[in-house]
Protein backbone atom coordinates (compact mmCIF):
# COMPACT_ATOMS: atom_id res chain seq x y z
CA UNK A 1 0.00 0.00 0.00
CA UNK A 2 1.56 3.44 -1.17
CA UNK A 3 2.32 5.49 1.80
CA UNK A 4 -0.21 8.64 2.67
CA UNK A 5 1.37 11.53 0.89
CA UNK A 6 0.52 15.24 2.16
CA UNK A 7 -1.06 16.89 -0.48
CA UNK A 8 -4.46 18.65 -0.26
CA UNK A 9 -7.53 16.53 -1.55
CA UNK A 10 -10.63 18.16 -2.57
CA UNK A 11 -13.21 15.56 -1.21
CA UNK A 12 -15.58 14.43 -3.49
CA UNK A 13 -13.78 15.93 -6.78
CA UNK A 14 -13.93 12.65 -8.36
CA UNK A 15 -12.75 14.02 -11.66
CA UNK A 16 -12.09 10.05 -13.06
CA UNK A 17 -15.38 9.42 -12.98
CA UNK A 18 -16.71 11.32 -15.74
CA UNK A 19 -16.75 10.02 -19.19
CA UNK A 20 -13.52 9.35 -21.06
CA UNK A 21 -15.03 9.31 -24.31
CA UNK A 22 -14.76 12.83 -26.33
CA UNK A 23 -18.27 14.96 -26.35
CA UNK A 24 -20.48 14.72 -29.68
CA UNK A 25 -23.10 15.89 -31.04
CA UNK A 26 -24.66 13.51 -32.92
CA UNK A 27 -28.25 12.45 -32.24
CA UNK A 28 -27.50 9.24 -30.65
CA UNK A 29 -24.70 10.63 -28.18
CA UNK A 30 -27.43 12.94 -27.10
CA UNK A 31 -30.36 10.33 -26.73
CA UNK A 32 -27.53 8.58 -24.54
CA UNK A 33 -27.18 11.47 -22.36
CA UNK A 34 -31.17 11.73 -21.98
CA UNK A 35 -32.55 8.49 -21.46
CA UNK A 36 -29.45 6.13 -20.54
CA UNK A 37 -25.75 7.64 -19.01
CA UNK A 38 -26.90 9.56 -15.42
CA UNK A 39 -25.19 10.93 -12.77
CA UNK A 40 -26.02 13.75 -11.63
CA UNK A 41 -28.08 14.38 -8.20
CA UNK A 42 -31.78 14.02 -9.89
CA UNK A 43 -30.42 10.48 -10.91
CA UNK A 44 -29.43 9.85 -7.35
CA UNK A 45 -33.10 11.28 -6.39
CA UNK A 46 -34.99 9.19 -8.81
CA UNK A 47 -33.01 6.46 -8.21
CA UNK A 48 -33.44 6.24 -4.17
CA UNK A 49 -36.95 7.30 -4.38
CA UNK A 50 -37.98 4.86 -7.02
CA UNK A 51 -35.90 1.85 -4.92
CA UNK A 52 -37.25 2.85 -1.53
CA UNK A 53 -41.55 1.98 -2.71
CA UNK A 54 -41.86 -0.81 -4.76
CA UNK A 55 -43.88 -3.77 -4.08
CA UNK A 56 -43.85 -3.25 -0.20
CA UNK A 57 -46.56 0.30 -1.09
CA UNK A 58 -48.94 -2.70 -1.75
CA UNK A 59 -48.32 -4.41 1.49
CA UNK A 60 -47.98 -1.21 3.99
CA UNK A 61 -51.58 -1.54 4.17
CA UNK A 62 -51.40 -5.41 5.51
CA UNK A 63 -48.66 -4.00 8.39
CA UNK A 64 -51.45 -1.57 9.58
CA UNK A 65 -53.97 -3.63 9.88
CA UNK A 66 -51.18 -5.43 12.24
CA UNK A 67 -50.24 -2.29 13.61
CA UNK A 68 -53.04 -0.08 14.40
CA UNK A 69 -53.39 2.80 12.50
CA UNK A 70 -51.17 5.02 15.09
CA UNK A 71 -49.17 2.92 15.38
CA UNK A 72 -48.53 2.54 11.63
CA UNK A 73 -48.13 6.14 10.96
CA UNK A 74 -46.13 7.15 14.06
CA UNK A 75 -43.65 3.29 12.26
CA UNK A 76 -43.26 4.96 8.70
CA UNK A 77 -42.13 8.74 10.22
CA UNK A 78 -39.40 6.81 12.16
CA UNK A 79 -37.80 4.26 10.25
CA UNK A 80 -38.15 6.81 7.90
CA UNK A 81 -35.76 9.33 9.63
CA UNK A 82 -33.61 6.53 11.18
CA UNK A 83 -33.22 5.09 7.42
CA UNK A 84 -32.31 8.51 6.36
CA UNK A 85 -29.67 8.84 9.26
CA UNK A 86 -27.74 5.86 8.32
CA UNK A 87 -27.87 6.31 4.85
CA UNK A 88 -25.92 9.71 5.66
CA UNK A 89 -23.56 8.00 7.21
CA UNK A 90 -22.68 5.24 4.55
CA UNK A 91 -22.44 8.54 2.61
CA UNK A 92 -19.68 9.64 5.00
CA UNK A 93 -18.15 6.48 4.95
CA UNK A 94 -17.85 6.02 1.23
CA UNK A 95 -16.39 9.53 1.18
CA UNK A 96 -14.02 8.66 3.68
CA UNK A 97 -12.80 6.02 1.80
CA UNK A 98 -12.58 7.03 -1.57
CA UNK A 99 -10.59 10.28 -0.38
CA UNK A 100 -8.16 7.95 1.27
CA UNK A 101 -7.45 5.58 -1.37
CA UNK A 102 -7.28 8.68 -3.91
CA UNK A 103 -4.72 9.73 -2.17
CA UNK A 104 -3.07 6.61 -2.00
CA UNK A 105 -2.99 6.92 -6.70
CA UNK A 106 -6.25 4.68 -6.75
CA UNK A 107 -8.20 4.79 -10.07
CA UNK A 108 -11.55 3.76 -9.69
CA UNK A 109 -12.57 4.69 -13.57
CA UNK A 110 -13.11 1.05 -14.32
CA UNK A 111 -14.19 0.05 -10.81
CA UNK A 112 -17.62 0.21 -8.96
CA UNK A 113 -16.94 0.61 -5.52
CA UNK A 114 -19.34 -1.47 -2.83
CA UNK A 115 -20.51 -1.42 0.60
CA UNK A 116 -18.03 -4.23 1.69
CA UNK A 117 -15.08 -2.66 0.40
CA UNK A 118 -15.48 0.67 2.10
CA UNK A 119 -15.71 -1.35 5.56
CA UNK A 120 -12.81 -3.03 3.75
CA UNK A 121 -10.59 -0.29 3.24
CA UNK A 122 -11.53 1.40 6.92
CA UNK A 123 -12.02 -1.70 9.49
CA UNK A 124 -10.28 -4.34 7.79
CA UNK A 125 -11.23 -8.05 6.48
CA UNK A 126 -13.50 -8.65 9.04
CA UNK A 127 -15.86 -6.14 9.15
CA UNK A 128 -15.52 -6.68 5.18
CA UNK A 129 -16.49 -10.19 5.50
CA UNK A 130 -19.79 -9.50 7.81
CA UNK A 131 -20.56 -6.66 5.59
CA UNK A 132 -20.44 -8.68 2.51
CA UNK A 133 -22.29 -11.96 3.78
CA UNK A 134 -25.08 -9.08 5.24
CA UNK A 135 -25.57 -7.16 2.29
CA UNK A 136 -25.08 -9.97 -0.84
CA UNK A 137 -27.73 -12.06 1.85
CA UNK A 138 -30.01 -8.95 1.69
CA UNK A 139 -30.01 -8.19 -1.93
CA UNK A 140 -30.79 -11.90 -2.63
CA UNK A 141 -34.03 -12.00 -0.86
CA UNK A 142 -34.68 -8.22 -1.60
CA UNK A 143 -34.46 -9.60 -5.69
CA UNK A 144 -36.89 -12.90 -4.30
CA UNK A 145 -39.59 -10.57 -2.90
CA UNK A 146 -39.91 -8.44 -6.13
CA UNK A 147 -40.36 -11.72 -8.40
CA UNK A 148 -43.07 -13.03 -6.37
CA UNK A 149 -44.25 -9.65 -6.02
CA UNK A 150 -44.60 -10.14 -9.97
CA UNK A 151 -46.31 -13.12 -9.21
CA UNK A 152 -48.75 -11.70 -6.85
CA UNK A 153 -50.06 -8.67 -9.35
CA UNK A 154 -50.27 -10.48 -12.30
CA UNK A 155 -52.87 -12.50 -10.72
CA UNK A 156 -55.36 -10.01 -9.88
CA UNK A 157 -55.33 -9.18 -14.13
CA UNK A 158 -54.83 -12.77 -15.50
CA UNK A 159 -55.66 -16.10 -13.22
CA UNK A 160 -55.53 -18.48 -15.87
CA UNK A 161 -52.12 -19.67 -14.67
CA UNK A 162 -51.01 -19.90 -10.70
CA UNK A 163 -49.04 -17.61 -9.13
CA UNK A 164 -46.03 -19.94 -9.04
CA UNK A 165 -46.09 -20.41 -13.38
CA UNK A 166 -46.30 -16.74 -13.46
CA UNK A 167 -42.79 -16.77 -11.50
CA UNK A 168 -41.03 -18.78 -13.36
CA UNK A 169 -42.18 -16.35 -16.10
CA UNK A 170 -40.98 -13.30 -14.32
CA UNK A 171 -37.96 -14.64 -13.41
CA UNK A 172 -37.14 -15.53 -17.28
CA UNK A 173 -37.83 -11.71 -17.93
CA UNK A 174 -35.92 -10.02 -14.81
CA UNK A 175 -32.89 -12.19 -15.93
CA UNK A 176 -32.50 -9.46 -19.27
CA UNK A 177 -31.72 -6.82 -16.43
CA UNK A 178 -28.03 -8.79 -16.96
CA UNK A 179 -27.56 -6.24 -19.65
CA UNK A 180 -27.63 -2.66 -17.75
CA UNK A 181 -23.85 -1.84 -17.02
CA UNK A 182 -24.67 -0.15 -13.86
CA UNK A 183 -26.28 2.47 -11.90
CA UNK A 184 -25.35 5.14 -14.55
CA UNK A 185 -28.08 3.50 -16.94
CA UNK A 186 -30.85 3.42 -14.99
CA UNK A 187 -31.87 7.24 -15.43
CA UNK A 188 -34.91 6.85 -17.70
CA UNK A 189 -36.01 3.66 -15.22
CA UNK A 190 -35.39 5.48 -12.06
CA UNK A 191 -37.62 8.22 -13.52
CA UNK A 192 -40.69 5.99 -14.89
CA UNK A 193 -40.31 3.83 -11.56
CA UNK A 194 -41.60 6.99 -9.47
CA UNK A 195 -43.92 7.74 -11.54
CA UNK A 196 -45.41 4.58 -11.21
CA UNK A 197 -45.49 3.89 -7.78
CA UNK A 198 -46.69 7.83 -7.47
CA UNK A 199 -49.24 6.45 -9.55
CA UNK A 200 -50.01 3.74 -7.62
CA UNK A 201 -49.69 5.15 -4.17
CA UNK A 202 -52.86 7.57 -5.22
CA UNK A 203 -54.81 4.83 -6.94
CA UNK A 204 -54.40 3.15 -3.65
CA UNK A 205 -55.62 6.15 -2.03
CA UNK A 206 -58.49 7.22 -4.05
CA UNK A 207 -60.09 3.89 -4.77
CA UNK A 208 -60.24 3.30 -0.78
CA UNK A 209 -61.47 6.19 0.04
CA UNK A 210 -64.45 5.99 -2.89
CA UNK A 211 -65.11 2.27 -2.01
CA UNK A 212 -65.61 3.44 1.28
CA UNK A 213 -65.79 1.36 4.05
CA UNK A 214 -66.73 -1.97 3.89
CA UNK A 215 -69.89 -3.49 5.48
CA UNK A 216 -68.99 -3.84 9.68
CA UNK A 217 -65.21 -3.05 9.09
CA UNK A 218 -63.46 -3.86 12.02
CA UNK A 219 -59.77 -2.45 13.29
CA UNK A 220 -58.67 -4.39 16.33
CA UNK A 221 -54.53 -3.78 15.50
CA UNK A 222 -52.62 -4.10 17.47
CA UNK A 223 -54.18 -7.24 18.94
CA UNK A 224 -51.39 -9.73 19.44
CA UNK A 225 -47.55 -9.04 19.71
CA UNK A 226 -46.44 -11.36 17.41
CA UNK A 227 -48.79 -9.24 14.94
CA UNK A 228 -47.32 -6.16 15.99
CA UNK A 229 -43.59 -6.60 16.01
CA UNK A 230 -44.17 -8.65 12.23
CA UNK A 231 -45.60 -5.07 10.90
CA UNK A 232 -43.48 -2.89 12.69
CA UNK A 233 -40.56 -4.91 10.73
CA UNK A 234 -42.09 -4.50 7.39
CA UNK A 235 -41.65 -0.96 8.26
CA UNK A 236 -38.11 -0.89 8.99
CA UNK A 237 -38.16 -2.90 5.56
CA UNK A 238 -39.38 -0.59 3.80
CA UNK A 239 -36.84 1.99 5.19
CA UNK A 240 -34.05 0.05 4.45
CA UNK A 241 -33.94 0.39 0.43
CA UNK A 242 -30.37 1.92 1.20
CA UNK A 243 -28.90 -1.15 0.86
CA UNK A 244 -27.73 -0.30 -2.89
CA UNK A 245 -26.54 3.34 -1.47
CA UNK A 246 -22.66 2.69 -2.80
CA UNK A 247 -23.00 2.10 -5.57
CA UNK A 248 -25.82 4.50 -6.87
CA UNK A 249 -23.14 7.24 -4.74
CA UNK A 250 -20.39 5.97 -7.20
CA UNK A 251 -22.78 6.21 -9.92
CA UNK A 252 -22.80 9.91 -9.47
CA UNK A 253 -20.67 12.68 -11.51
CA UNK A 254 -19.98 14.42 -7.59
CA UNK A 255 -20.86 11.88 -4.69
CA UNK A 256 -20.09 14.70 -1.98
CA UNK A 257 -23.65 15.82 -2.89
CA UNK A 258 -25.82 12.78 -1.79
CA UNK A 259 -25.78 13.90 1.47
CA UNK A 260 -29.54 15.12 2.01
CA UNK A 261 -31.00 13.29 -1.19
CA UNK A 262 -32.10 10.11 1.19
CA UNK A 263 -33.75 12.47 3.60
CA UNK A 264 -35.37 14.16 0.39
CA UNK A 265 -36.02 10.98 -1.41
CA UNK A 266 -38.20 9.81 1.82
CA UNK A 267 -40.20 12.69 2.52
CA UNK A 268 -41.14 12.21 -1.28
CA UNK A 269 -42.08 8.38 -0.49
CA UNK A 270 -44.06 9.65 2.93
CA UNK A 271 -45.93 11.27 0.90
CA UNK A 272 -47.08 8.80 -0.73
CA UNK A 273 -47.27 5.26 1.95
CA UNK A 274 -48.94 7.66 4.26
CA UNK A 275 -52.16 8.30 2.48
CA UNK A 276 -52.04 5.03 0.77
CA UNK A 277 -51.88 2.74 3.66
CA UNK A 278 -54.00 5.04 6.20
CA UNK A 279 -57.36 4.89 3.30
CA UNK A 280 -56.65 1.15 2.64
CA UNK A 281 -56.51 0.25 5.96
CA UNK A 282 -59.54 2.83 6.62
CA UNK A 283 -61.44 1.15 4.47
CA UNK A 284 -61.04 -2.82 4.77
CA UNK A 285 -59.81 -2.69 7.85
CA UNK A 286 -59.09 -6.77 9.77
CA UNK A 287 -59.67 -7.79 6.33
CA UNK A 288 -55.91 -7.24 4.99
CA UNK A 289 -55.00 -9.40 7.83
CA UNK A 290 -55.26 -12.11 5.20
CA UNK A 291 -55.08 -10.42 2.32
CA UNK A 292 -50.90 -8.89 2.21
CA UNK A 293 -51.05 -7.67 -1.06
CA UNK A 294 -53.12 -4.63 -1.10
CA UNK A 295 -54.55 -5.19 -4.77
CA UNK A 296 -56.64 -8.74 -3.83
CA UNK A 297 -59.61 -6.03 -2.16
CA UNK A 298 -59.96 -3.38 -4.61
CA UNK A 299 -62.76 -3.94 -7.67
CA UNK A 300 -61.65 -4.75 -10.51
CA UNK A 301 -61.70 -1.55 -13.04
CA UNK A 302 -59.35 -0.18 -15.67
CA UNK A 303 -57.86 2.10 -13.05
CA UNK A 304 -56.57 -1.01 -11.02
CA UNK A 305 -55.35 -2.79 -13.79
CA UNK A 306 -53.36 -0.36 -14.91
CA UNK A 307 -51.83 0.16 -11.55
CA UNK A 308 -50.73 -3.59 -11.55
CA UNK A 309 -49.09 -3.14 -14.81
CA UNK A 310 -47.55 -0.38 -13.63
CA UNK A 311 -46.26 -2.31 -10.49
CA UNK A 312 -45.17 -4.97 -12.76
CA UNK A 313 -43.11 -2.75 -14.92
CA UNK A 314 -41.83 -1.07 -11.51
CA UNK A 315 -40.36 -4.30 -9.81
CA UNK A 316 -38.51 -5.34 -13.06
CA UNK A 317 -36.51 -2.33 -12.34
CA UNK A 318 -36.51 -2.85 -8.35
CA UNK A 319 -35.07 -6.49 -9.35
CA UNK A 320 -32.47 -4.89 -11.25
CA UNK A 321 -31.84 -1.93 -8.45
CA UNK A 322 -31.12 -5.47 -6.28
CA UNK A 323 -29.47 -7.48 -8.16
CA UNK A 324 -26.82 -5.15 -9.61
CA UNK A 325 -24.91 -4.96 -6.88
CA UNK A 326 -24.96 -8.85 -7.12
CA UNK A 327 -23.73 -8.50 -10.31
CA UNK A 328 -20.78 -6.68 -9.37
CA UNK A 329 -19.89 -8.97 -6.64
CA UNK A 330 -20.07 -11.75 -8.92
CA UNK A 331 -17.78 -10.40 -11.42
CA UNK A 332 -15.28 -9.48 -9.12
CA UNK A 333 -15.52 -12.89 -7.98
CA UNK A 334 -14.92 -14.78 -11.05
CA UNK A 335 -12.25 -11.88 -12.27
CA UNK A 336 -15.16 -10.12 -15.12
CA UNK A 337 -15.53 -7.02 -13.41
CA UNK A 338 -12.98 -4.48 -15.83
CA UNK A 339 -14.01 -6.09 -18.88
CA UNK A 340 -15.56 -3.72 -21.50
CA UNK A 341 -17.23 -6.58 -23.13
CA UNK A 342 -20.97 -5.96 -21.93
CA UNK A 343 -21.80 -9.23 -23.45
CA UNK A 344 -19.40 -11.01 -21.66
CA UNK A 345 -19.99 -9.24 -18.65
CA UNK A 346 -24.40 -10.60 -19.09
CA UNK A 347 -23.04 -13.88 -19.99
CA UNK A 348 -21.20 -14.36 -16.88
CA UNK A 349 -23.82 -12.40 -14.47
CA UNK A 350 -26.59 -15.43 -15.43
CA UNK A 351 -25.60 -17.56 -12.64
CA UNK A 352 -26.89 -15.06 -10.02
CA UNK A 353 -30.38 -14.99 -10.82
CA UNK A 354 -31.18 -19.00 -10.88
CA UNK A 355 -30.98 -18.90 -7.08
CA UNK A 356 -33.43 -15.97 -7.01
CA UNK A 357 -35.19 -17.86 -9.10
CA UNK A 358 -35.45 -21.08 -7.16
CA UNK A 359 -35.98 -19.26 -3.97
CA UNK A 360 -38.97 -17.37 -5.08
CA UNK A 361 -40.04 -20.41 -6.13
CA UNK A 362 -39.83 -22.26 -2.75
CA UNK A 363 -40.62 -19.32 -0.37
CA UNK A 364 -43.64 -17.30 -2.20
CA UNK A 365 -44.91 -15.56 0.44
CA UNK A 366 -45.88 -12.37 -0.31
CA UNK A 367 -46.12 -10.20 2.64
CA UNK A 368 -44.94 -12.11 5.25
CA UNK A 369 -41.25 -12.59 3.81
CA UNK A 370 -40.82 -8.89 3.93
CA UNK A 371 -40.94 -8.80 7.72
CA UNK A 372 -38.46 -11.92 7.70
CA UNK A 373 -36.23 -10.12 5.12
CA UNK A 374 -36.51 -7.08 7.42
CA UNK A 375 -35.41 -8.28 10.86
CA UNK A 376 -33.10 -10.80 10.28
CA UNK A 377 -31.12 -8.97 7.80
CA UNK A 378 -32.12 -5.08 7.31
CA UNK A 379 -31.72 -4.81 10.68
CA UNK A 380 -27.87 -5.44 9.99
CA UNK A 381 -27.07 -3.96 6.73
CA UNK A 382 -28.86 -0.69 6.52
CA UNK A 383 -28.92 0.39 10.23
CA UNK A 384 -26.99 -1.68 12.74
CA UNK A 385 -23.18 -2.30 10.98
CA UNK A 386 -23.13 1.14 9.56
CA UNK A 387 -24.02 2.96 12.84
CA UNK A 388 -21.27 1.33 14.41
CA UNK A 389 -18.58 1.19 11.60
CA UNK A 390 -19.14 5.31 11.52
CA UNK A 391 -18.52 4.96 15.45
CA UNK A 392 -15.15 2.81 15.22
CA UNK A 393 -13.88 4.13 12.35
CA UNK A 394 -13.83 7.96 14.02
CA UNK A 395 -13.25 6.15 17.99
CA UNK A 396 -9.78 7.86 17.54
CA UNK A 397 -9.26 11.36 18.77
CA UNK A 398 -6.70 11.37 14.96
CA UNK A 399 -9.56 9.83 12.68
CA UNK A 400 -12.11 12.88 14.08
CA UNK A 401 -9.38 15.49 13.87
CA UNK A 402 -8.77 14.44 9.88
CA UNK A 403 -12.00 13.01 8.75
CA UNK A 404 -13.11 14.49 5.52
CA UNK A 405 -17.05 14.92 6.09
CA UNK A 406 -17.11 16.48 10.17
CA UNK A 407 -20.80 16.46 11.26
CA UNK A 408 -22.76 19.52 11.38
CA UNK A 409 -22.91 21.57 14.16
CA UNK A 410 -27.12 20.99 14.93
CA UNK A 411 -26.24 17.63 15.28
CA UNK A 412 -24.47 18.56 18.73
CA UNK A 413 -20.92 17.35 16.58
CA UNK A 414 -19.41 14.30 17.46
CA UNK A 415 -20.76 13.61 20.77
CA UNK A 416 -24.52 14.13 19.37
CA UNK A 417 -23.35 11.64 16.18
CA UNK A 418 -22.27 9.42 18.72
CA UNK A 419 -25.32 9.01 21.02
CA UNK A 420 -27.57 8.89 17.71
CA UNK A 421 -25.97 5.99 16.53
CA UNK A 422 -26.00 4.08 19.81
CA UNK A 423 -29.54 4.81 20.22
CA UNK A 424 -29.67 3.46 16.53
CA UNK A 425 -27.18 0.36 17.36
CA UNK A 426 -29.54 -0.55 20.54
CA UNK A 427 -32.81 0.33 19.13
CA UNK A 428 -32.60 -1.98 16.08
CA UNK A 429 -30.91 -5.14 17.96
CA UNK A 430 -33.69 -4.96 19.98
CA UNK A 431 -36.94 -4.56 19.02
CA UNK A 432 -36.03 -4.64 15.13
CA UNK A 433 -33.98 -8.00 15.36
CA UNK A 434 -34.61 -9.35 18.47
CA UNK A 435 -38.81 -8.96 19.01
CA UNK A 436 -38.78 -8.45 15.60
CA UNK A 437 -37.27 -11.89 14.54
CA UNK A 438 -39.16 -13.40 16.80
CA UNK A 439 -42.36 -12.34 15.60
CA UNK A 440 -41.14 -12.65 12.10
CA UNK A 441 -39.63 -15.61 12.45
CA UNK A 442 -42.92 -17.17 14.32
CA UNK A 443 -45.10 -16.05 11.82
CA UNK A 444 -42.77 -17.36 8.73
CA UNK A 445 -43.33 -20.58 10.01
CA UNK A 446 -47.14 -20.17 9.65
CA UNK A 447 -47.29 -20.10 6.46
CA UNK A 448 -45.06 -22.41 5.74
CA UNK A 449 -47.67 -24.77 8.09
CA UNK A 450 -50.51 -22.80 6.59
CA UNK A 451 -49.45 -23.12 3.06
CA UNK A 452 -46.48 -25.72 2.59
CA UNK A 453 -43.12 -24.46 0.84
CA UNK A 454 -43.72 -24.41 -3.44
CA UNK A 455 -47.19 -23.63 -2.75
CA UNK A 456 -48.96 -22.83 -6.36
CA UNK A 457 -50.91 -19.87 -5.62
CA UNK A 458 -50.29 -18.34 -2.20
CA UNK A 459 -53.18 -16.72 -0.82
CA UNK A 460 -55.27 -17.21 -3.52
CA UNK A 461 -59.03 -17.29 -4.20
CA UNK A 462 -60.75 -20.39 -5.11
CA UNK A 463 -60.55 -20.41 -8.62
CA UNK A 464 -64.12 -19.69 -10.58
CA UNK A 465 -65.05 -21.65 -13.60
Not at 270 to 292: I, R
Not at 438 to 457: E, H, L, P, Y
Request: some cysteine; overall charge positive; aromatic content about 16%.
Amino acid sequence: MASEKVETVVAGNYVEMEREEPKSDSIRSKFSNLFWHGGSVYDAWFSCASNQVAQVLLTLPYSFSQLGMASGITFQLFYGLMGSWTAYLISVLYVEYRTRKEREKVDFRHHVIQWFEVLDGLLGKHWRNIGLFFNCTFLLFGSVIQLIACASNIYYINDNLDKRTWTYIFGACCATTVFIPSFHNYRIWSFLGLVMTTYTAWYLTVASLLHGQVEGVKHSGPAKMVLYFTGATNILYTFGGHAVTVEIMHAMWKPQKFKLIYLLATIYVLTLTLPSASAVYWAFGDMLLNHANAFALLPRTGFRDSAVILMLIHQFITFGFACTPLYFVWEKFIGVHDTKSLFKRAIARLPVVIPIWFIAIIFPFFGPINSTVGSLLVSFTVYIIPAMAHMITFASAPARENAVERPPKFLGGWGGVYSMNIFVVVWVFVVGFGFGGWASMVNFIRQIDTFGVFTKCYQCPPHKG
